[in-house]
């Protein structure tokens, strides 16, 4: 049973800080866990508090999350037992009170609820995700590499967020790293051969200087060809346009243009037609339901469709999703609901669906590498965790290489993750 909760202040990936928790069992177990923060967060996002004292961290501090932790949750948690990780989410939901989770903040209750996960795993003396998936934990991930970023993550012509490498022809998880890790470093080459920029952004990808969306797409082909790549075959691409960020009230500003919707929709018609994009995200800003169930309609057998910002991993929008027809995958994002248990209730309700759920990283991210396991855990066969580049987000694809060493039961997902 738990014997001591402590949190405290940490820095993420970008500098800013974020919440790390500290549990430890009356056995002397002991677990720690790492707090994610998004920037291009949705709306609908639970509340990640933020102390907002500008003479703290320019107001990013968290320690009323961190004062939350040890002086409301800590005390309530005393003596429970780690291994009924529903009821102990539901305490913690109980304890906040508020829909989102406003009152003790969403990245307080997420670094209690991680804690607890892990300490049960220990308890059980599973590996995590044998310990969350049970026997159904069968797949390694496809990973989805963010290489190349645009929009409101870089200061360049291109309004697609991210254009992420999909190494789908790979045999095994060591291999699609391999494929990835080759075609990016390609992509460097390529970019210092055109003297571009090859600085990276938050999540590893480069942001260069281009004239056009297309362009970036043209750089991805080439720099797979160039590794030795069939583009569509061994690897194929994902986008996430992020259009919540482009959203105009009359409309998207695109290629320096207000398109409608409807155009968007006609647009990405055509990528997908000149270009191996096997899934596209957030082509459509998050509350914009109509024309999400029209893109979903036109595309939604030719391409995976992920609702990021549309869903932001809660059950009661992506019931609304389902019913309504508008796409048909959903990004999963831990600390945009704020407990293991609702995360897996969202992506049993994915599945049941049909659609596919892909585990995700947040820009801002840590040496935490839970979201490794849950992506093997619940089979759904894809992970979002960014470029091959950058500690924190190598923590993670390092941590899947050891599973798939340490577990040759299972299997690399590959084309199969796409099937619907
Ligand atoms: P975020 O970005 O973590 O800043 O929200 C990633 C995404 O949009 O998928
Ligand atoms: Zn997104």
């Not at 177990?29 to 639970?46: I, K, L, Q």
Request: hydrophobic content about 40%; some cysteine; overall charge negative.
């Amino acid at each position: 049973s738990i014997s001591k909760i402590q949190a405290m202040e940490i820095l993420d990936s970008r500098g800013n800080p974020t919440v790390e928790v500290y549990l430890e069992l009356e056995d002397g177990t002991a677990v720690v866990s790492r707090v994610p923060s998004g920037a291009s967060t949705g709306a609908h996002e639970a509340v990640e508090l933020r102390d907002n004292d500008p003479s703290r961290y320019g107001g990013k501090g968290v320690s009323l999350a961190v004062k939350n932790v040890n002086e409301v949750i800590a005390p309530a948690f005393m003596g429970l037992p780690v291994t009924d990780q529903r009821a102990m989410d539901q305490r913690l939901v109980e304890l906040d009170g508020d829909p989102q989770k406003a009152r003790l903040g969403a990245n307080a209750i997420l670094g209690v609820s991680l804690a607890i996960l892990q300490a049960g795993a220990k308890v059980h003396n599973q590996p995590l995700y044998r310990y969350i998936g049970g026997l159904g934990a069968q797949l390694l991930p496809v990973p989805l590499l963010n290489v190349l970023n645009g929009g409101a993550h870089a200061d360049n012509n291109v309004d697609i967020q991210e254009f992420m490498l999909v190494p789908v022809g790979a045999a095994t998880f060591r291999e699609a790293m391999r494929m990835a890790q080759e075609t990016y470093q390609m992509l460097k080459k390529i970019l210092q051969e055109k003297n571009l920029r090859t600085a990276v952004g938050d999540e590893g990808g480069f942001a260069p200087d281009l004239k056009s969306n297309r362009e970036a797409l043209d750089l991805l082909l080439l720099a797979m060809e160039r590794a030795g790549l069939k583009p569509g075959q061994d690897m194929v691409l994902a986008l996430d346009v992020a259009a919540t960020e482009i959203k105009q009230d009359e409309g998207y500003i695109f290629e320096g243009t207000l398109k409608t919707g409807t155009e968007l929709i006609d647009y990405y018609h055509q990528l997908i037609r000149d270009y191996p994009i096997i899934s596209i995200e957030d082509g459509l800003a998050e509350d914009d339901w109509d024309h999400w169930q029209l893109l979903t309609e036109r595309l939604g057998d030719q391409v995976q469709l992920v609702g990021d910002d549309l869903f932001v991993t809660n059950t009661q929008r992506i019931q609304r999703g389902i019913e309504e027809g508008c796409s048909n995958a959903v990004l999963i994002k831990l600390n945009q609901i704020g407990t293991v248990s609702e995360t897996l209730d969202a992506i049993r309700m994915t599945h049941q669906a049909g659609w596919n759920a892909i585990v995700s990283h947040r820009s801002g991210e840590t040496e935490d590498t839970t979201i490794a396991d849950l992506a093997v855990a619940v089979n759904g066969g894809q992970i979002k965790t960014g470029a091959p580049a950058r500690g924190e987000r190598i923590a993670k694809y390092n941590r899947l290489l050891t599973i798939e060493h340490n577990d040759p039961g299972l299997e690399y997902a590959g084309w199969e993750a796409f099937r619907r």
